[in-house]
């Protein structure tokens, strides 16, 4: 079992930027691919990024892998999403996620709110 905590989200303006952080309860070394996901109310959870233990980084689009950094610090059990260049329409509850085994383990989510 693993549980993760996401925290670094809130209400910006567009243009400004924000870190996301998705802290584990297990070591980090021991914590194959992180993803971070997205969902606005009324859609489907959208992929956003994905680290492998390795240090790997895939982006789900071109605007992302342009705006978005994801990076992992194992040595503080922590997955991080730099977010610049914040858009309205990156509004939006931000979930991590990492498999173990056949289980899917979600944090809490952070609301990010890109607004004027």
């Known amino acids: 079992q693993v549980q993760l905590v996401e925290s670094g989200g809130g209400l910006v303006q567009p243009g400004e930027s924000l870190r996301l952080s998705c802290v584990s309860s297990?070591?980090?070394?021991?914590?194959?691919?992180v993803t971070w996901y997205r969902q606005t109310p009324g859609k489907e959870r959208e992929l956003v990024a994905v680290?492998?233990?390795?240090?790997?980084?895939?982006y789900a689009t071109d605007s992302v892998k342009a705006r978005f950094a994801i990076s992992r610090d194992n040595t503080k059990n922590t997955v991080y999403l730099q977010m610049n260049s914040l858009k309205p329409e990156d509004t939006a509850v931000y979930y991590c996620?990492?498999?173990?085994?056949?289980?899917?383990?979600w944090g809490q989510g952070t609301q990010v709110t890109v607004s004027s």
């Open positions: 996620a990492t498999r173990l085994g056949s289980t899917i383990y």
């Open positions: 297990r070591s980090m070394f021991n914590i194959p691919a």
């Open positions: 680290i492998t233990n390795g240090g790997s980084a895939t």
